[in-house]
């Protein structure tokens, strides 16, 4: 292969200090960072104290208990996760049919004039906030900071895995295939997982956009009562996506730590009489 292609020799050690590096990591995330990782996952799952009561525990015995201020997933009702609306009730406005006084019949002839079609009930013009900026579901948004940083561990653990048993897949040949088409099978499924994590961030952004959209619509329509019952609709929805996301979480970490520990053989050597061509 030298005399195809020369490589620096300088260039190849940091090559191959590169790979020794990604093979360490990969095992061990395997061996002991996968099962370790879905084991808190599953006790994240499982732990369940009402809202109220841990809101309770963080603002009187912090100092003893620092885990009291994490956020629970498995809450009892789904009430317990509601938030309050800060936008008050108007008095209604009493809106005549008639234009500045004109009797009817000159008012419809005016309105007929003007071509104005519309109804007058356009909702209330929104300046300002009266109670200041909307504040978010704080409840949801600590859980929502809680699972992020899982995602994305998710992805980035996955990204060296799949390195890793790309740096292992050997050389093109003819016949002796079948351990490398398991190789290929295990890269195809890190990278799925790594798609599927990704879609549950811009899940969590179409959450923040479509509630926005539903609290801009009660500061127009305060009458509407719809608006408000929408909103808290949607923050249950998203309290149960969020559980249903750890789930994931969790199993893609049992998944994938059992589909490579029964494949482990093949998947480093995965032409037994061609071993030199693996590295």
Same mark, same amino acid.
């Given at each position: ?30 061996? !002991?960072?996968?099962?370790? $990782?879905?084991?808190?996952? /599953?006790?994240? &799952?499982? +732990?369940?104290? *009402?809202?109220? %009561? ?19 997933? !498995?809450?009892?009702?789904? $009430?317990?996760?509601?938030? /309050?609306?800060? &936008?008050? +009730?108007?008095? *209604?406005?009493? %809106? ?184």
């Amino acid at each position: 292969m030298s005399s195809l292609l020369k490589v620096d020799n300088e260039i190849k050690t940091k090559v191959d200090a590169f790979r020794e590096r990604i093979t360490a990591e990969a095992e061990d995330l395997v061996a !002991n960072f996968f099962p370790k $990782k879905l084991l808190e996952l /599953d006790h994240f &799952l499982k +732990v369940s104290v *009402p809202w109220m %009561l841990l809101k309770f525990i963080s603002g009187t015995l912090e100092h003893l208990l620092p885990c009291a201020q994490e956020p629970i997933i !498995n809450i009892v009702e789904l $009430k317990e996760i509601h938030s /309050d609306i800060n &936008l008050t +009730v108007p008095d *209604p406005i009493l %809106l005549s049919n008639l234009h500045d006084g004109l009797d009817s019949q000159n008012a419809k002839k005016r309105k007929l004039e003007d071509g104005d079609v519309e109804d007058k009930v356009t909702g209330t013009k929104v300046f300002v906030m009266p109670g200041g900026m909307m504040k978010s579901n704080g409840n949801l948004v600590d859980l929502i900071e809680k699972v992020k940083p899982e995602i994305r561990t998710l992805i980035e653990k996955c990204n060296t895995v799949k390195m890793w048993v790309q740096l292992l897949i050997p050389r093109i040949e003819d016949g002796n295939n079948f351990g490398v088409s398991i190789q290929e099978e295990t890269v195809a499924e890190l990278r799925t997982v790594e798609g599927e994590a990704a879609s549950y961030l811009d899940q969590i952004s179409r959450y923040y956009i479509t509630r926005a959209k539903l609290v801009s619509k009660i500061a127009k329509y305060p009458h509407v009562e719809d608006y408000r019952r929408t909103v808290t609709e949607i923050d249950e929805k998203e309290y149960i996506s969020l559980k249903i996301i750890v789930s994931e979480l969790r199993n893609q970490y049992v998944a994938l730590h059992d589909m490579i520990l029964k494949n482990i053989e093949k998947i480093k050597r995965p032409r037994s009489s061609n071993a030199e061509a693996l590295y």
